[in-house]
């Protein structure tokens, strides 16, 4: 879909969630809720084969990496120690006309974003220009270029140095600097930039008072690291090891757009990897590397992704980096890495009185370990997926296909199983071929419409093969296989389909990438 603006392309995604059973509106029937939404039947089977693949790459594959499953509800001195009661905030600011509200930090963000499409845009003319055409030399000696650079240096130093210094009357004259509208009114009339938590606070009990107040924890990390010495002792673990979880989160986000990108009802999947102080910047690049490979084996295309170094670093961190993805509405956070020091622990130490100290048997001495945190939203990895995925292919004769052209091992169906006929035996042969086939895979069955229109549903939905019976395979035992991304057809004998869909449909396929 490469002709559509990416606008529209965005719409087609979200409608095709809708139709095909990925993703609804929750509580449409009530006209929704906002940034709140279900997954449907496809969408869950997605999302759940997401979730594996992350899991077996990160647990399954090393052995000094466990999982844990904590829970949602924690004491509520936990987000006191972790900081999250008193830093976690947006900085918000509201349009006086269009009573909209915005976070500052995305409003200056897009701007620069737009600035450095126009560095790239220049670049591509540059390059139709010019034969063996060198990209960073153009970048340091174009004049025009240079001029956009130096603008964008000068914000991020000018709006980083703001965030650091917690300077919100800074950061509201950056966005009047830059003459930055209102995407809904077109005017400048803002007012202040305030903070805003983000938690949402529920209550325990009978009794509603403020001694009962919990929080829906914002985050999965807080339940590795209050955990930490019970899973290090009970499971023997040495250093460096790590600690894996998956699991919903809550953030109350006031500016929750762009469908399942930012919801305020998400799911993460993080790893916390414990390591030697004086280790962890070692361990940082380890994983930014070992992550990148990671969303690269799913065969996306590597122009899709970057790494983005933040600007201001967490209270927690000494380093940190984005992993972003090409999603319809530009480069996004797709999953961070983070070397968090010691700073979770030694703050569970001060609030809780309890050592959370590992003694490390080599050096004959116990310290509080340093921590490499890998994050990242499964419903955004979703949405790149599918975004990812989605096209509509111009086909010979001028007949066009929509195709969710999903990796094998991720998609809801792996196979579809269509008799040619709905007699002649052929759908009792087709149904002894589901049950033998479903026992290790998920199997789709069509006998409604011709065989093209049921390749056509299971093209949209991205199952990968579609296995026809057809009167031939009652004398020789063969059914047709056809290929999802090629259309093309073979015949193969009903024995040899396990492993066929075993080597080109697992989930293994993809773990012998990495």
Sequence with gaps: MSN??????????????KEYGFIFQSSEIYDGLSAVYDYGQLGAELKKNIRDYWWKAMVQMNENIVGIDASIFM????????????????????????KKRYRADVLIEE???????????????????????????????????????????SINNRFKTALNENNLEEVKQIIVDLEIVCPVSGSRNWTDVRQFNLMFSTSTGAVVDES?????????????????????????????FGIAQTGKAFRNEIVARQFIFRMREFEQMEMQFFVKPGTEMEWYDYWKNARLNWHLSLGLGAEKYRFHDHLKLAHYANAAADIEHQFPFGFKELEGIHSRTDYDLKQHEQFSGKKLQYFDPELNQSYVPYVVETSVGLDRLF?????????????EGGDTRTVLSLPPALAPYKAAIFPLVKKDGLPELAESIMKDLKLDFMMAYDEKDTVGKRYRRQDAIGTPFCI?????????????????????QERVAIDTLHAILTERTSIQSLLRKL
Excluded: C
Excluded at 222 to 232: A, K
Excluded at 383 to 395: I, Q, R, T
């Design 212 to 240: 009962n107040i919990i929080y829906l924890r914002p985050e999965t990390a807080q339940g590795i690291f209050v955990n930490y010495l019970n899973v290090q002792k009970t499971g023997r673990m040495k250093i460096p």
């Design 383 to 395: 949405l790149a997926v599918l975004s990812s995925a989605l096209k509509e292919e111009v086909l």
């Design 75 to 98: 004491h509520p001195t936990t987000w006191k120690a972790s900081g999250h009661v008193d830093a976690f905030n947006d900085p918000l600011i509201d349009n006086k006309d269009s």
């Design 468 to 488: 026809t019976i057809d009167h031939q395979s009652l004398e020789d035992k063969t059914v047709t296989i056809r290929d999802r991304d090629t259309m093309k």
């Design 111 to 153: 701007y620069v974003a737009k600035i450095e499409d126009k560095i790239n845009k220049e670049v591509e003319k540059a390059a139709k220009r010019f034969e063996n055409f060198d990209a960073v030399m153009f970048k340091s000696t174009n004049g025009r270029v240079k001029e956009y650079q130096d603008k964008i240096d």
């Design 4 to 17: 559509i603006k990416p606008e529209d392309f965005f719409k087609n995604i979200i409608s095709h969630s």
